[in-house]
């Protein structure tokens, strides 16, 4: 990293608030950004010194502290799961803890509880709903009684219990005052469920919000999202009585359960195939799914927002259904469509997708990322050849953890031991010299997948089954930014080389007097009488794929994204062919015009594509009142306009932040994966 390259006020803002863990209770003293630093590399100290049996030699210490520079210089980068939780007691105890994302069935009651429990621990999850095992309540069961908390501060029982009282005609399910206990509660609610009359749900055990969880360092969200969540799944069962769930009831089911936790820590994702080829197929057997999140929030189903849902096509489907889709997905983004034959040609045992969609997991699999900042290697091939060798080697030594946390089925473990994914991603790549050439990109791909297997060769455990891929990178991509330099978000174009981003933070938040005082421009949340949105200068890598428009109320010229879906998905199948071996995570950007001819794109490469996200193209000059909104989080602006406001900005001093929120950052804009 340049001397006079330091990390950009968002970069510093996003990386103190999302990775920097708190060192008392209170959460009112963290670490410094050089403790989370050797916490992370000791993390990875700890899991090769741990499966080799003895202390790192000399040459691997050198190794290690190559990485660490690396990381120091924000070129490579360990997950977001692994920054926030490497090097604590608690993931060295639950290893799902430091993994980005994972994928199960949902057809017992066990599959629940592993999912819930996943997301608890802050893991994304990618499920398929499966009939046939899981039921509703006896007839008799009529009446849901909520038990709620009356305590001021943690201390309750920890594990979960319950009490069947068939003299009394009630069945108690007490709720312990843990992640664990939770799960397990769950699992109680779902497996032999007695014939009485009332079921009651008993909280009282559980701490309020905004207490800090010890071990998770998070905040809690007490007892009532659980509770509220708790109920509306114990009345769909009572409404489901004496019967085996449907496919949509194991959807609301799961959604419910990421509703507990705020959605940074339950992304999802569902997954259900069909065999249909015709629009009439699609809809005979799947108009219920295509329509599920339509109208969601009027009908008081607001927690089927926690899903990203997408069809899962086992055949080529005909031109007219790609079209329908895509209608539907103009105004909504829903549903998804994803090539299972393609994607079980690059991953045989794959039967599911994680929540972003750029890894291909079998079920009770998991995933832990890393990314490495190519642009950044500019005029450096070399650099960035050993940056993918070393961050392979690093995304192997993850996969060298057991499973078996005491919740999780065994199966977990099994396919951790067998299969090894791996995945090593960049970010930035719209702004590196080699985007478009097929050669380098195979060579920086044989690069991690080298350093993947040497570390596999290393520990004398199974080669990983595939090693790269592409993912958004939404949150880590801005703590990764440098003043001037900010990070293209995965294989995404930003919005402009120069943009203004409105970020929320609570009105009473101790910064923002520090704000005012540095020159920053700040207003009132339109959408949130309790905040206030400060206005920060952003500036991204130049790019040819910028177009240069004038904006004719000023007569500045800027560099915005204007580029064609046909463009993105061009770089989509590039990256596919000579770089991905899971699939690449991208939000392709459209309008209504360019529909006919993404449809063609899709008949003629259908066999090379997997899946992608999709979003409504937005005019770049139009206002929030042009596009409906109260505000827009991104506003593209030209360079003198940028330069014009840095210029009066004033240093801020990072350190006398002393706010436990976390930063209210627009991830869904590009694609994000809203997963710490």
């Not at 209608?327 to 997708?353: C, D, H, K, S, Y």
């Not at 490469?605 to 827009?632: C, I, M, Q």
Request: charged content about 25%.
């Amino acid at each position: 990293m340049l001397s006079n390259q330091l990390p950009s006020v968002r970069a510093q803002f996003t990386h103190r608030r999302t990775y920097l863990r708190p060192l008392n209770e209170e959460g009112t003293v963290f670490e410094t950004n050089e403790a989370a630093h050797r916490r992370v590399l000791g993390h990875q100290r700890w899991l090769w010194e741990r499966q080799l049996g003895r202390a790192l030699n000399v040459r691997e210490w050198g190794e290690l502290q190559d990485l660490g520079d690396l990381m120091i210089e924000k070129k490579v980068s360990m997950s977001g799961r692994v920054k926030w939780m490497g090097g604590t007691a608690l993931v060295k105890e639950r290893a799902a803890g430091a993994f980005n994302c994972s994928f199960s069935v949902a057809y017992t009651p066990a599959d629940l509880v592993d999912i819930f429990w996943l997301l608890l621990n802050g893991c994304g999850v990618g499920f398929k709903p499966v009939t046939g095992l899981l039921s509703g309540f006896p007839f008799s069961i009529q009446n849901v009684r909520i038990v709620q908390s009356e305590r001021t501060d943690k201390g309750g029982a920890e594990d979960s219990s319950e009490h069947i009282d068939l003299k009394a005609g009630t069945w108690r399910i007490t709720f312990g005052d843990s992640a664990k206990g939770w799960a397990k509660a769950l699992g109680m609610l779902f497996g032999e469920k007695p014939r009485v009359s009332e079921l009651i749900l008993d909280f009282s055990e559980l701490r309020p919000g905004g207490k800090r969880l010890r071990g998770y360092g998070w905040i809690s969200s007490g007892w009532q999202p659980l509770a509220h969540a708790m109920g509306r799944i114990a009345s769909l069962m009572v409404g489901a009585a004496h019967r085996n769930l449907t496919r949509g009831e194991i959807i609301d089911i799961v959604n419910h359960l990421g509703t507990v936790l705020s959605s940074r820590r339950s992304a999802q994702i569902c997954l259900i195939e069909t065999e249909a080829t015709t629009l009439a197929e699609l809809m005979a057997q799947l108009q219920w799914y295509v329509d599920f999140k339509t109208d969601r929030w009027e009908r008081g189903e607001g927690q089927r927002e926690q899903s990203n849902n997408s069809i899962g096509f086992l055949n080529k489907p005909e031109p007219e259904v790609i079209e329908e889709l895509l209608r539907r997905i103009l105004p909504t983004g829903e549903p998804g469509f994803v090539n299972v034959a393609e994607a079980r040609r690059r991953a045989p045992e794959m039967e599911g997708l994680n929540p972003c969609a750029e890894i291909l997991l079998p079920n009770k699999g998991f995933c832990n990322l890393v990314q490495v900042v190519w642009h950044r290697f500019n005029g450096d091939f070399e650099g960035l050849m050993r940056a993918q060798y070393l961050a392979g080697r690093a995304n192997y030594r993850q996969t060298a953890v057991s499973m078996r946390d005491g919740v999780l089925q065994l199966q977990w473990n099994d396919a951790q031991k067998l299969l090894r994914l791996c995945g090593v991603s960049p970010t930035g790549a719209v702004a590196w010299e080699g985007i478009e050439s097929p050669e380098m990109l195979e060579a920086v791909r044989d690069a991690a997948i080298a350093g993947a297997n040497s570390m596999a060769d290393d520990f004398g455990t199974p080669r990983p089954r595939r090693v790269t891929q592409v993912q958004p990178a939404g949150t880590s991509s801005k703590a990764l930014g440098l003043e001037g330099d900010e990070v293209h978000e995965g294989a995404h174009l930003a919005l402009s080389r120069w943009i203004f981003n409105w970020i929320n933070f609570p009105a009473n938040d101790p910064m923002l007097e520090a704000f005012a005082a540095a020159g920053y421009d700040m207003k009132p949340n339109p959408n949130d009488p309790t905040g206030v949105i400060v206005c920060w200068p952003v500036e991204y890598p130049a790019s040819p794929k910028f177009t240069q428009v004038l904006d004719p109320e000023t007569g500045h010229h800027l560099e915005v994204n204007q580029e064609s879906a046909i463009s993105q998905l061009e770089r989509y199948r590039l990256l596919m062919k000579h770089y991905v071996e899971h699939n690449c995570s991208i939000t392709v950007s459209f309008d209504e015009s360019e529909i006919p001819a993404m449809v063609q794109w899709f008949m003629d490469h259908w066999d090379e594509y997997v899946g992608v996200s999709f979003l409504k193209r937005n005019n770049p000059f139009a206002t929030a009142e042009d596009l409906g909104y109260k505000y827009l989080p991104q506003q593209c602006v030209s360079r003198e306009v940028y330069e014009e406001y840095t210029a009066r900005l004033l240093p801020i001093d990072i350190s006398e932040d002393k706010s436990s929120e976390l930063l209210q950052l627009d991830e869904c804009s590009s694609g994000g994966c809203p997963v710490r």
